[in-house]
């Protein structure tokens, strides 16, 4: 089945620079890659996805990068904020949607003031 | 957008108890939705397919008599924890797909924390 590994566990960066979390895959099938964060005590919200035909995704300081031959994919977090401070996953799965997904360990990210 | 509602969001039960806890689709049908146990600071660890009109769909080492799920309705899951004990005590979250652009994406319940005393 499918493997998905987070890293780093932890990113502590300071309000207003960049936060980067990477995660790889192992089933090569999987196509769709979504993004969640978790506040203490909620769900998790989806914040972006991607989709194996695309390499790249914006959606205003969010950003999400897919490398299909090296098997991973990336959340890039621009002009950090505090309330981006939160637990982030990231998932894989196959069949172009939801069904399936594995998700990797989660990453909390802290930003500093 | 599409909304998932979980309840209750928190329960304190006593050991030897069951528990009740609903997943809705609120704006929407879901014919599958999934449920999770997350655990302080890991990751969402899937226990189980709802499938609407039929049994649900068990992972391994998920015991299906503890963790009783029906899915009576398409807008309605629940899951039952028979028999609580401490060991059960934890986040419990579900989800539901829902059809966006074209493809199904996960929309997550707020979760239920259950303390068993």
């Known amino acids: 089945g499918e493997n998905v590994e987070q890293h780093p566990s932890t990113l502590s960066v300071q309000e207003g620079d960049s936060a980067v979390i990477k995660c790889t895959y192992s089933d090569s099938a999987s196509n769709y890659f979504p993004w969640y964060k978790q506040e203490l005590g909620k769900g998790p919200q989806l914040i972006i996805d991607i989709r194996s035909n695309v390499g790249e995704k914006k959606d205003q300081r969010i950003a999400v990068t897919l490398n299909k031959t090296a098997k991973h994919f990336s959340l890039h977090i621009t002009e950090t904020q505090p309330e981006d401070s939160a637990v982030y996953f990231c998932?894989?799965?196959?069949?172009?949607?939801?069904?399936?997904?594995?998700f990797g360990k989660g990453t909390h990210l802290i930003i500093q003031p | 957008g599409a909304v998932v509602s979980q309840h209750p969001s928190r329960v304190i039960c006593k050991s030897g108890t069951s528990v009740k806890i609903e997943c809705r689709s609120l704006d929407f049908q879901a014919t599958t939705m999934f449920w999770y146990r997350q655990f302080p600071k890991q990751s969402l660890m899937l226990m189980a397919t709802?499938?609407?009109?039929?049994?649900?769909?068990?992972e391994q080492g998920v015991e299906k008599d503890k963790f009783l799920i029906n899915h009576a309705s398409l807008t309605l899951s629940t899951l039952t924890v028979t028999s609580a004990h401490p060991e059960d005590s934890s986040f419990y979250i579900c989800?539901?797909?829902?059809?966006?652009?074209?493809?199904?994406?996960?929309?997550f319940g707020a979760g239920s924390r259950l303390t068993v005393l």
């Open positions: 709802s499938n609407e009109g039929s049994k649900a769909t068990y």
């Open positions: 989800s539901a797909p829902n059809h966006r652009s074209g493809a199904n994406v996960l929309t």
């Open positions: 998932a894989a799965g196959t069949g172009g949607g939801a069904d399936g997904l594995t």
